[in-house]
């Protein structure tokens, strides 16, 4: 028996949520308000250089420590720039018979090329290992989240208390989370550049790493390790929260659904249930829900749909039900041969839209 | 100076003692010099291919969200890119350097095994068009050139691509550690007298460490890529998670090849550089046995450094420590030789011919290169940047930015000892310039594009800010590049037969090759120049002030 959910009603108070509420974190105009007026909620306006737009005490350390190498590494550049530049402009001789003077070596020359940089990298190698220590996440206690990794899309599952959802993951913000990753396929590889290390999803390992946001806010993520055919498009969001927003959003997911109450989302329910979608997608939060595909429960309350491809509004969800293989081509969701009364009613379904 | 060298016209390429004419004569050569050049004739032929498969990725990435290349077509491409430049462009372009010059260098007839030489040529070829044949037999490969299980599998991997990944790799591996133990014997067996191993040029230095290098690491590989084979052929499970298979152990295996690989292709260009600038300068290299023992040293070290690929598998701070300790260790050799170069240089006369500028060039960018590789060594800077294009912008500053313009470097360098004639200098400089320009528009920025967020392979991306410009700038540099290479292209098929007779030694260099004509008879040699230091046409055109001469008044330098 599938519930009709509240999407539209919970969907909607958290997009409200993101309008009002949320403060978004430096350089990310309110994200929310930007999403829901524009059809292509994906050009919102994040930092120009997520890597160096640390938003977390981890990302922090790590800008630190790049700071450091790269201040090493200029100094270096500029000096071997130097030296070439002064020597094509000291001496060159184009028309100059005569040998220069022939030197073949000098060992006390050799010794200061090789200890001053020994020396260096000696530096950069303890702040290397100080910095790692420092991000190290314990195997003891259980995670706050689990994060899996699918073709093409992220499986985000909240142990505590009992959630799955996809391609978003909303966390309260100064809380520093445990994350769990997995992968069901292939290899796959979890980043959110502003927050956090990078770190591989591995079939058969569970790899665990410290989540955190400092202000509330929407970060990109995406996964980094090549994963097959639409590796491009697997994308998502972190929508860190106040800790009452959180609340909010996590029994806004707990809800059960209720039974449409326009005709058009009925019939959506129905053919949802009749046509294939039941067979890879769940819809609710029952244990043992299918995880083959995106549980759609609450679906109305994302950003974006297909990893990233399209943003999450009613028309392009419509273009998305009506043909998947164009906007993702080689992804798992089949061309349903809809027609346009099927996808309009699905996509009332999905939406909730009143 | 040396006043003693004759212009001579080329020497008729077809050798007396073959049997055979034309074509013919090529296909069934065995001599090393003929079996070099084809080399980089195939070198030459791919470098072609995987060229255009790059101008294609740059079409589709020049603008977010275009529709040029499907996806799957995108990840064959850059798959092939990678597989191609690295396995059928970079190695053989070494190969034919080191199989030509390595026997005129030392002053032998040929290499130890003139037909096993034959042999390792063909099975690249042959190995080379096998790979190919993949986009008429279903797809070519589309897993990336490091084909991580399991991705390469049978169940996500279903077309016959990697199949023809494996045989074409396997063959043209076989060939290359046949090619190797040849190098290697010729080079401790077939030195003339008087040639110790502390007086050979360093290019041969480089050659036989790179010889060690394959003859060490890409047994592994084949080992690998069989394991993966056997894997999706008959389900055996090496990689497979669920058969109790380990999709890390390939990865360790793979680098375990892949970063002695790097150094593969690194040092043979660190060797034609020490070869080129020295003779543009009018000084011997600086600092030989450093340059020579750092060489060791990185080899050493190359072999303990692999899991810097693998920084973000998590594998532990106790693993991630070691290999930055050792990855950070083998930037001090590899500066060791960029001092040196420099100091070659210092107070020298510097002539700024096509090679001496791609020389020079290559000091600054393989330099960009080699730090970057730095920042990847700091660990928790690779958990940011590993995986986007500033590894793509790494990458291409070690293998574009030191191989290729060492490669050019050597090109211009020895093209006339090669044919018999000078290349064209005007034309030489506009393919410099081009070169460098294209070269530093399209990898230049991908630094900025990784910390913007960008992942690599990816067949198109989102309009974030500043992504679509820089990959346009990026997709005008290729095509800078593209127009560089057509540059070359017309500068080589012009001099091949109109350039300017080159006489046997129009560098006025030190080094036994040039002690015979342009290009060398079939046996080399008419009589080998006595060798009594490192550099036997200095020591032959400088009577009194010979090397050994002017390191004794140098006093500090040993004698050799």
Redesign the interface.
């Known amino acids: 028996m599938l519930y009709t959910s509240k999407a539209g009603a919970v969907g909607d108070s958290q997009r409200a949520a993101n309008r009002e509420d949320v403060v978004v974190c430096p350089g990310l105009p309110a994200a929310g308000v930007h999403a829901m007026s524009n059809a292509?909620l994906?050009?919102t306006?994040?930092?120009?250089?997520?890597?160096?737009h640390p938003g977390s005490p981890d990302a922090w350390?790590?800008q630190s420590?790049?700071g450091f190498?790269?201040a090493v590494?200029a100094v270096?550049?500029a000096i071997?720039?130097g030296?070439?530049v002064f020597?094509?402009w000291r001496?060159?001789?184009?028309e100059?018979?005569?040998?220069?003077?022939?030197?073949?070596?000098?060992?006390k020359?050799?010794i200061v090329?090789?200890t001053i940089?020994?020396l260096l990298?000696?530096v950069?190698?303890i702040?290397?290992?100080f910095?790692?220590?420092s991000?190290?996440a314990p195997a003891s206690r259980p995670p706050d989240l689990i994060v899996r990794g699918h073709?093409w899309w992220w499986e985000v599952e909240y142990p505590q208390p009992g959630i799955v959802t996809a391609n978003e993951i909303h966390l309260p913000a100064g809380r520093k989370w445990l994350v769990e990753l997995e992968a069901a396929?292939?290899?796959h590889?979890f980043?959110v550049?502003e927050l956090a290390?990078?770190?591989?999803m591995?079939?058969?390992?569970k790899?665990?790493?410290w989540l955190e946001a400092d202000q509330p806010g929407v970060y990109?993520g995406?996964?980094?390790?090549?994963?097959?055919?639409?590796?491009?498009w697997m994308?998502f969001q972190v929508v860190a929260q106040s800790p009452a927003d959180f609340s909010a959003w996590q029994a806004g997911q707990l809800q059960p659904a209720a039974i449409p109450s326009r005709a058009e989302a009925r019939e959506g329910q129905q053919l949802f249930q009749q046509m294939t979608c039941v067979t890879c997608h769940a819809i609710d939060q029952s244990p043992g829900a299918l995880r083959t595909a995106p549980n759609l429960a609450q679906l109305a309350s994302r950003y974006q749909i297909a990893g990233?491809a399209l943003a999450n509004t009613p028309k392009q969800l419509f273009q998305w039900l009506m043909d998947p293989q164009k906007y993702k081509?080689?992804c798992k969701m089949p061309d349903l041969k809809l027609t346009d009364a099927q996808a309009h009613a699905l996509v009332a379904y999905l939406e909730g839209t009143p | 100076m040396n006043g003693t060298a004759e212009i001579a016209a080329p020497v008729p390429a077809v050798e007396k003692e073959s049997a055979h004419e034309g074509l013919l004569a090529w296909v069934s050569t065995v001599d090393h010099k003929r079996i070099g050049i084809l080399y980089l004739l195939a070198a030459a032929f791919f470098f072609a291919l995987g060229g255009g498969e790059a101008m294609l990725m740059r079409l589709q990435l020049s603008w977010p969200n275009l529709h040029v290349l499907a996806p799957d077509t995108y990840n064959q491409l850059f798959t092939m890119h990678g597989t191609t430049m690295i396995f059928l462009v970079a190695m053989p372009v070494i190969f034919g350097f080191a199989n030509y010059l390595v026997p005129l260098m030392i002053g032998a007839r040929d290499v130890a095994f003139p037909r096993l030489n034959a042999m390792s040529f063909w099975l690249l070829l042959f190995g080379g068009l096998l790979l190919y044949f993949s986009f008429a037999a279903g797809g070519a490969p589309d897993a990336g050139w490091f084909s991580y299980a399991p991705l390469s599998e049978q169940p996500y991997s279903s077309s016959n691509g990697t199949d023809y990944y494996v045989l074409g790799l396997l063959v043209t591996g076989i060939g290359s550690v046949a090619g190797s133990i040849n190098l290697l014997v010729t080079i401790l067996k077939f030195r003339a007298p008087g040639l110790t191993m502390r007086r050979v040029p360093l290019f041969v230095w480089m050659v036989f460490n790179t010889a060690v290098l394959v003859i060490l690491a890409i047994p592994v590989l084949n080992a690998a890529i069989v394991m993966l084979l056997i894997d999706r052929k008959f389900s055996s499970g090496f990689f497979q998670p669920g058969q109790g298979g380990s999709p890390l152990i390939w990865q360790h295996f793979f680098w375990t090849f892949g970063h002695p690989e790097v150094y593969i292709l690194a040092l043979p260009a660190f060797g034609m550089i020490s070869e080129v600038i020295p003779v543009f300068s009018r000084k011997p290299i600086f600092g030989y046995e450093f340059v020579a023992a750092s060489t060791v040293a990185i080899t050493v070290l190359s072999f303990g450094v692999w899991a810097h690929h693998m920084f973000a598998v998590g594998l532990g701070v106790l693993a991630n420590s070691f290999f930055a300790g050792t990855s950070l260790l083998i930037a001090v050799p590899t500066g060791v030789k960029i001092w040196n170069w420099i100091a070659t240089m210092w107070q020298g006369h510097l002539k700024l011919t096509t090679a001496m500028l791609f020389a020079m060039a290559f000091l600054v960018e393989f330099t960009i290169g080699g730090l970057s590789g730095v920042t990847f060594a700091a660990v928790p800077m690779d958990w940011q940047l590993t995986d986007t294009y500033y590894l793509v912008a790494h990458l291409h500053y070690v293998l574009f930015g030191g191989t290729i313009f060492g490669i050019f470097a050597a090109l211009y360098y020895w093209f006339p000892k090669m044919s018999g004639r000078m290349l064209d200098e005007h034309l030489g400089r506009l393919h410099f310039w081009l070169t460098v320009v294209g070269f530093n528009l399209t990898f230049l920025f991908h630094h900025a594009l990784g910390i913007m967020g960008m992942p690599r392979r990816v067949y198109t991306y989102p309009d974030l800010p500043g992504w679509g410009i820089l990959n346009l700038v990026s997709t005008i540099g290729a095509s800078i590049m593209g127009v560089s290479v057509l540059v070359l292209a017309r500068n080589l098929l012009h001099s091949l037969r109109h350039g300017k007779i080159a006489g046997d030694n129009p560098w006025e260099a030190w080094t036994l090759e040039w002690a015979t004509t342009s290009p060398p008879p079939a046996h080399n040699f008419n009589k080998v120049p006595p060798v009594n230091g490192r550099r036997p046409l200095w020591d032959l055109h400088h009577p009194g002030r010979t090397d050994e001469e002017l390191q004794k008044q140098e006093g500090g330098a040993r004698d050799p």
């Open positions: 292509d994906h050009i306006s994040p930092p120009w250089f997520p890597v160096f350390a790590i420590l790049s190498v790269f590494c270096i550049l071997v720039t030296l070439v020597c094509l001496f060159r001789r184009p100059k018979r005569e040998e220069p003077p022939q030197r073949f070596g000098n060992v020359l050799e090329w090789i940089p020994l990298v000696a950069i190698g702040a290397t290992v910095t790692m220590k991000m190290a073709q396929d292939v290899i590889d980043w550049p290390r990078k770190m591989d591995i079939p058969g390992l790899r665990r790493m990109q995406q996964c980094a390790e090549f994963c097959g055919a639409q590796h491009a994308r990233g081509p080689g």
